[in-house]
């Protein structure tokens, strides 16, 4: 029955990491419309969450914004965008 019991809540715990982890994630607007000037037409509605944290640091920092062609390659590396 322990056993039982045990399987039971590892099952719940690992379903419930699993959806913490893809949760989906939004940008603020302002960061979607930097995104857009730079990378016309990227698809931002699935970002992971990993993207997301890059990108808010990115956006962070305004080095990372001194050149416009700089910046448009460093959010199509983290978007995946070829």
Same mark, same amino acid.
């Given at each position: 029955m322990k056993r039982i019991v045990l399987a039971a809540a590892l099952v719940a715990a690992s379903t419930v990491g699993? +959806?913490?982890q893809t949760a989906p994630v939004a940008l603020s607007s302002s960061i979607q419309?930097?995104?857009? +000037? +730079? $990378?016309?037409?990227?698809?931002l509605s699935n970002l992971?969450?990993?993207?997301?944290?890059q990108l808010v640091t990115f956006f962070g920092d305004s080095e990372n914004l001194r050149?416009?062609?700089?910046?448009?390659?460093? $959010?199509?590396v983290i978007l995946g965008v070829q």
């Open positions: 699993t +959806l913490a419309s930097q995104i857009m +000037l +730079l $990378v016309p037409g990227a698809d992971t969450n990993s993207q997301y944290a050149t416009r062609s700089g910046a448009a390659q460093q $959010v199509s």
